[in-house]
């Protein structure tokens, strides 16, 4: 259930210039063009201004030159999507949940703080430590000597292995597996023989963990998630992986052994990234590419192949195996018009 605020209070939650009553209560956002009253909206593109026009919001977030095109009240900010997310947390805040469920199964030696949840058929293994307002969601199994911070919220149905360490107000949800093994083998005779991963995983404060999202320990060393990195579901990050402050990483991207990702970083969709590779601060990569080499240098980088036609695709598909052969034509070429420019 949202929470109900005066627009004047949500106003001086983001900072904004108020167009309109300060009295008007919100109590729930929804989209620009399906509004109703009590609810606030964004407005983020000029290309929907006419949406604008007709919207039943009682009021819209939106940029100064949008404002007089507001046919209701307004809150006028440099960043309406950052707005809007910073009212979203303020009227639809996470519950408020302490206590132990009778079902679930804690360790004698946890260190628990007072001011905890653990819901119906958690386990919480040997020596682990909960702080203050950490939230286990129900069957969750967090292993033995695992550290969670201060106000971090585990939904429910994670799994925590051994010796894992999660910093303060971390959110992991559903599904999503922090500490596994890393996929290590060594050949012997024509089999493998597996590689005890004997590391840990590390995340710092503030890391957001998508569902069914696996972080495996590290192989010797940690497997690093630092501050403020934010991971969409369905990410596979193997053993000694480094991730760097505020990072940002989408749905479906995997990242092989022992690669370090930088600062400030944006990977998209469905990105594949080999193994032992260093990725510099700032770093924007697009959806789908493969990344087979060391990137030394911030900037955008891409290497998808835009969608086509089916029928187009083939004729693509056959130019570029007969690349190799076109390349060296010309190559001949080149060097019969050289030798002929000489003579």
């Avoid at 020596?127 to 106000?151: F, P, Q, R, S, W």
């Avoid at 010797?220 to 579901?233: F, H, M, P, Q």
């Avoid at 998209?268 to 080499?293: P, Q």
């Amino acid at each position: 259930m949202a929470a109900e605020e005066s627009l004047q209070d949500l106003a001086d939650l983001i900072g904004a210039e108020l167009k309109g009553s300060g009295d008007c209560l919100i109590s729930k956002i929804e989209p620009l063009d399906s509004a109703s009253k009590g609810a606030i909206t964004f407005l983020t593109s000029s290309k929907y201004q006419a949406e604008l026009a007709t919207t039943d919001a009682s009021a819209v977030i939106l940029k100064k030159e949008d404002a007089e095109s507001c046919p209701v009240s307004c809150l006028i900010v440099d960043n309406p999507y950052l707005g809007y997310a910073k009212i979203a947390q303020a009227l639809y805040p996470d519950n408020v949940l302490f206590g132990i469920a009778a079902s679930a199964v804690i360790a004698e030696s946890v260190v628990i703080h007072s001011i905890c949840y653990v819901g119906a058929n958690a386990v919480v293994g040997e020596n682990t430590e909960l702080g203050e307002g950490v939230v286990v969601g129900a069957g969750c199994v967090i292993g033995d000597n695992v550290k969670i911070g201060k106000g971090s919220r585990i939904h429910a149905n994670v799994t925590i292995y051994d010796h894992s360490v999660i910093g303060e107000n971390a959110l992991i949800l559903s599904g999503a597996v922090i500490g596994s093994d890393g996929f290590g083998l060594a050949p012997d005779g024509g089999k493998w023989l597996r590689i005890p991963q004997v590391g840990r995983a590390i995340l710092g404060n503030d890391v957001e963990v998508g569902a069914n999202t696996t972080i495996d320990r590290g192989a010797l060393e940690d497997t690093l998630i630092a501050d403020g990195v934010k991971l969409d579901n369905q990410i596979q990050i193997a053993h000694n992986v480094k991730i760097g402050e505020n990072t940002a990483i989408a749905a479906c991207t995997g990242i092989a052994g022992s690669t370090v990702i930088g600062k400030g970083c944006t990977i998209a969709g469905a990105v594949g990234i080999n193994g032992h590779l260093e990725i510099a601060d700032n770093v924007h990569i697009t959806g789908k590419s493969m990344v087979t080499k060391s990137i030394k240098e911030a900037g955008v980088y891409s290497s998808g192949i835009p969608l086509q036609t089916n029928r187009d695709w083939h004729k693509s598909a056959i130019r570029f195996r007969q690349l190799d052969k076109m390349a060296k034509r010309l190559k001949n070429l080149e060097k019969t018009a050289q030798d002929q420019t000489k003579d």
